[in-house]
């Protein structure tokens, strides 16, 4: 397993990460994922991704407890905090009380004393932004929390967090977090340039488009047992790439991927690693051997010839969903 820094922090993760958004908690039992996140570790991976609306809080409790193994120093987790955890005026955004509130909260599920990586999950147009970062300076100076990062957030979003904190000497976001990967290119243009220029790495989620980027999907319609697509919920999240364009695109890949002795899933993940602004990739595995399989992309260095081919048949396909 290869680490790269986080942003321009000291902080090493493995390239390959594992998240726990829709399995964990959800329709992984908490046996197998325990087994799966034991195992992600064995492979040298330290980086484990989870949020407070995770399956309503099950895949905190489900992470944490799976790594109460390990050596608390050993391991890098990140949780997030935005999204409504309950009916309430104040049960959802960045206002101060709820980062208070669902960092606490969080903790407790996760049965740990700190949390290494604390993102904003989505932009607060209803809280001054100077209050969200406070309330995370707070936290940092507490000890509660090491490093902040956002998700899903716009360049000029960080930008004007980043001149807030400045102005105020509070703690700087060092972290985004981003759909990123064949079909979904969104960041390429503005976010990883600016990111570059002011020292904030990238943690992608969805690297292999929600497992489509394996090549398990042979057709819209008929699913393998057991995996995402099959389940309800997940599917209601992938479904945009269970079309015929972007399934034929899959095909051609699948093809260059034998070029290079690498599975499909190694292809994809090693493309999205190509960027050196990416730090880590968030896989989400409900069983080891996916994890064995994930990982050996870390280090894989695609040719120039490679990454110009795959560019045309993405290009060729015309499919962008970020």
């Given at each position: 397993?290869?680490?790269?820094?986080?942003?321009?922090?000291?902080?090493?993760?493995?390239?390959?990460?594992?998240?726990?958004?829709?399995?964990?908690?959800?329709?992984?039992?908490?046996?197998?994922?325990?087994?799966?996140?034991?195992?992600?570790?064995?492979?040298?991976?330290?980086?484990?991704?989870?949020?407070?609306?995770?399956?309503?809080?099950?895949?905190?409790?489900?992470?944490?407890?799976?790594?109460?193994?390990?050596?608390?120093?050993?391991?890098?987790?990140a949780t997030k905090?935005?999204?409504?955890?309950?009916?309430?005026?104040?049960?959802?955004?960045?206002?101060?009380?709820?980062?208070?509130?669902?960092?606490?909260?969080?903790?407790?599920?996760?049965?740990?004393?700190?949390?290494?990586?604390?993102?904003?999950?989505?932009?607060?147009?209803?809280?001054?932004?100077?209050?969200?970062?406070?309330?995370?300076?707070?936290?940092?100076?507490?000890?509660?929390?090491?490093?902040?990062?956002?998700?899903?957030?716009?360049?000029?979003?960080?930008?004007?967090?980043?001149?807030?904190?400045?102005?105020?000497?509070?703690?700087?976001?060092?972290?985004?977090?981003?759909?990123?990967?064949m079909f979904a290119?969104?960041?390429?243009?503005?976010?990883?340039?600016?990111?570059?220029?002011?020292?904030?790495?990238?943690?992608?989620?969805?690297?292999?488009?929600?497992?489509?980027?394996?090549?398990?999907?042979?057709?819209?319609?008929?699913?393998?047992?057991?995996?995402?697509?099959?389940?309800?919920?997940?599917?209601?999240?992938?479904?945009?790439?269970?079309?015929?364009?972007?399934?034929?695109?899959?095909?051609?890949?699948?093809?260059?991927?034998?070029?290079?002795?690498?599975?499909?899933?190694?292809?994809?993940?090693?493309?999205?690693?190509?960027?050196?602004?990416?730090?880590?990739?968030?896989?989400?595995?409900?069983?080891?051997?996916?994890?064995?399989?994930?990982?050996?992309?870390s280090g894989v260095?695609?040719?120039?010839?490679?990454?110009?081919?795959?560019?045309?048949?993405?290009?060729?396909?015309?499919?962008?969903?970020?």
């Open positions: 397993m290869n680490y790269r820094r986080l942003g321009r922090t000291g902080l090493k993760v493995s390239e390959i990460s594992l998240g726990s958004w829709l399995t964990y908690g959800g329709y992984v039992d908490k046996e197998k994922a325990a087994s799966a996140i034991h195992h992600a570790y064995d492979l040298g991976i330290n980086f484990f991704d989870t949020a407070n609306v995770y399956m309503n809080g099950e895949a905190e409790k489900t992470v944490g407890n799976a790594l109460k193994g390990f050596p608390r120093k050993s391991y890098v987790l905090v935005f999204w409504p955890r309950g009916e309430g005026p104040n049960d959802r955004g960045l206002s101060r009380k709820h980062i208070m509130d669902q960092c606490h909260a969080s903790l407790q599920r996760l049965d740990v004393d700190y949390i290494d990586v604390y993102y904003c999950h989505r932009y607060d147009e209803e809280t001054p932004i100077e209050e969200t970062l406070r309330a995370l300076d707070d936290l940092v100076r507490q000890g509660k929390v090491l490093y902040i990062g956002v998700s899903e957030w716009t360049a000029s979003q960080m930008e004007q967090a980043l001149k807030t904190a400045d102005r105020y000497l509070l703690d700087r976001i060092v972290v985004n977090q981003p759909q990123y990967n290119r969104g960041i390429e243009n503005e976010i990883i340039p600016f990111s570059e220029e002011n020292g904030i790495g990238q943690v992608v989620w969805s690297p292999l488009a929600q497992g489509v980027l394996t090549g398990k999907y042979q057709n819209n319609s008929d699913f393998p047992e057991d995996s995402r697509a099959s389940h309800s919920n997940a599917y209601k999240t992938m479904k945009g790439y269970l079309k015929e364009e972007p399934l034929e695109i899959v095909k051609k890949l699948s093809v260059v991927a034998k070029e290079v002795n690498l599975s499909l899933s190694q292809l994809a993940l090693a493309w999205v690693l190509r960027e050196q602004n990416v730090a880590s990739a968030i896989i989400g595995a409900s069983k080891p051997e996916q994890i064995t399989e994930n990982v050996q992309a260095e695609l040719s120039d010839d490679i990454i110009n081919e795959i560019e045309k048949i993405l290009i060729g396909g015309k499919v962008n969903n970020g």
